[in-house]
């Protein structure tokens, strides 16, 4: 079955067995003769991932310094929170067009500005 563009499978319990089962009451309510339940086709992944971050939570702590931080200045920088363009491919070539403005920003503060000036002047002498 089919709940806004992903894809459920829906678990549903025999009456007959609910009927003898001992916690009936707790996972019941009064009008139910059995239990039906929808999960997602790859809630298995997410829940495999929930329980990899539990067990070393500074993993996560250590994305969220590292490979998060660029995402968020992105979108800060830019002032949006969605893409202007529509599709895949636009939306990647936006995407890296951001990036590629992050990363130059970023050579800047790294190497700094007479660097970049003294490697543009050496490479306009080579041509």
Request: aromatic share 8%; proline share 2%.
């Amino acid at each position: 079955m089919q709940k806004g563009g992903k894809n459920y499978i829906r678990y549903k319990s025999d009456a007959a067995v609910c009927a003898e089962c001992p916690l009936q009451k707790k996972c019941l309510s009064e009008k139910a003769k059995s239990k039906q339940i929808e999960r997602w086709e790859h809630e298995e992944v997410v829940d495999h991932h929930k329980q990899r971050m539990a067990k070393n939570p500074n993993k996560m702590r250590q994305r969220a310094a590292l490979a998060e931080h660029p995402f968020g200045t992105l979108k800060h920088r830019a002032g949006i929170n969605h893409f202007l363009m529509r599709g895949l491919e636009k939306c990647g070539g936006e995407f890296g067009l951001m990036v590629l403005g992050y990363n130059f920003v970023r050579v800047i503060n790294l190497l700094g500005v007479d660097f970049l000036r003294d490697y543009c002047v050496q490479r306009q002498k080579i041509n």
